[in-house]
Nanobody
Framework: QVQLVESGGGLVQAGGSLGLSCAASGSIFSINRMAWYRQPPGKQRELVAAISRRGSTAYGDSVKGRFTISRDNAKNTVYLQMNSLKPEDTAVYYC??????????????WGQGTQVTVSS
């Protein structure tokens, strides 16, 4: 089993910055894709950013140029640096990973979510 622990959410004013981290632990042999999703109030969950094991990245259109995803493979951790935050960035942010367990099973895992609130 794999556990994801997110940290770094909170309240910030518009124009400010915030960093999120997500650490994976448990019966992990390898982690492939790592990503951040978010779910604004009353809306569907959407992709924010994703990163491959080798570091290739992809971003949602609304965050390009403002958010940066990165990872530390040695620590099984993914990060999201959020700059120039806007009120519309307010959402619960979820970490998501594709992990290969020590039992040789690929599975997709979600974190518990962390609230990010941007005040105007």
């Amino acid at each position: 089993q794999v556990q994801l622990v997110e940290s770094g959410g909170g309240l910030v004013q518009a124009g400010g910055s915030l960093g999120l981290s997500c650490a994976a632990s448990g019966s992990i042999f390898s982690i492939n894709r790592m990503a951040w999703y978010r779910q604004p109030p009353g809306k569907q969950r959407e992709l924010v950013a994703a990163i491959s094991r080798r570091g290739s990245t992809a971003y949602g259109d609304s965050v390009k140029g403002r958010f940066t995803i990165s990872r530390d493979n040695a620590k099984n951790t993914v990060y999201l640096q959020m700059n120039s935050l806007k009120p519309e960035d307010t959402a619960v942010y979820y970490c998501n990973v594709d992990a290969l367990s020590t039992d040789s099973v690929w599975s997709n895992y979600w974190g518990q979510g962390t609230q990010v609130t941007v005040s105007s």
